[in-house]
Antibody, heavy 121, light 113 residues
Framework: QVQLQQSGPGLVKPSQTLSLTCAIS??????????WNWIRQSPSRGLEWLGR?????????DYAVSVKSRITVNPDTSKNQFSLQLSSVTPEDTAVYYC???????????WGQGILVTVSS | DIVMTQSPDSLAVSLGERATINCKSS????????????LAWYQQKPGQPPKLLIY???TRESGVPDRFGGSGSGTDFTLTISSLQAEDVAVYYC?????????FGQGTKLEIK
């Protein structure tokens, strides 16, 4: 059974960098059939896919254009986890952030518990 | 980006009755080479992450009750709950995974009448 355990601060100041980590159990971040995604949810923007990292003989990343200049998703093979960094945050980035596994069919079958991140001074 | 539009925004159905939720994509999500529709449905209950119900537009995820059914092709899709149970009260989302950025509908809130 795959489990995703999220960690990170719930409060970030404007202009700073939001950093979250997702620890994977029951699968590998280096899996050749999975992708590791970050999705956020807010009342104003709904469910919004932010980006992903995945391994297919080499590492790939895809990012949403809306955050492309500010986002980094990195795998950490030594700890079997992946991370999200979102720089220059504003109150518009306030949301519940989820880490999510994309399976071999590219659908989102396992979700972390979600972390509410509030951007406020 | 592919825009996903659901209707209605909210729906109240009596226990045991049929519930139907519609989803329309701004462009086709049918891959002609595989003949598969890259469309999924999720259920979200308060305080929980979304749960995958249906993928390839009509394939139920393991463990999902068979009262949940998906249909449609191209740009028009439907989620049907054949006989509404109390535990089905939730918000339902469609999502396309045909191309990045993957996008979701705005959600349909399903309640008991």
């Amino acid at each position: 059974q795959v489990q995703l355990q999220q960690s990170g601060p719930g409060l970030v100041k404007p202009s700073q960098t939001l950093s979250l980590t997702c620890a994977i159990s029951g699968d590998s971040v280096s899996s050749n059939s999975a992708a590791w995604n970050w999705i956020r949810q807010s009342p104003s923007r709904g469910l919004e896919w932010l980006g992903r990292t995945y391994y297919r003989s080499k590492w790939y990343n895809d990012y949403a254009v809306s955050v492309k200049s500010r986002i980094t998703v990195n795998p950490d093979t030594s700890k079997n986890q992946f991370s999200l960094q979102l720089s220059s945050v504003t109150p518009e980035d306030t949301a519940v952030y989820y880490c999510v596994r994309g399976n071999s069919d590219w659908t989102f079958d396992y979700w972390g518990q979600g972390i509410l991140v509030t951007v406020s001074s | 980006d592919i825009v996903m539009t659901q209707s209605p925004d909210s729906l109240a159905v009596s226990l045991g009755e049929r519930a139907t939720i519609n989803c329309k994509s701004s462009q086709s999500v049918l891959d002609s080479s595989s003949n598969k529709n890259f469309l999924a449905w999720y259920q979200q209950k308060p305080g929980q992450p979304p749960k995958l119900l249906i993928y390839w537009a009509s394939t139920r995820e393991s463990g999902v009750p068979d009262r949940f059914g998906g249909s449609g092709s191209g740009t028009d899709f439907t989620l049907t709950i054949s006989s509404l149970q109390a535990e089905d009260v939730a918000v339902y989302y469609c999502q396309q995974y045909y191309s990045t950025p993957y996008t979701f509908g705005q959600g349909t809130k399903l309640e008991i009448k």
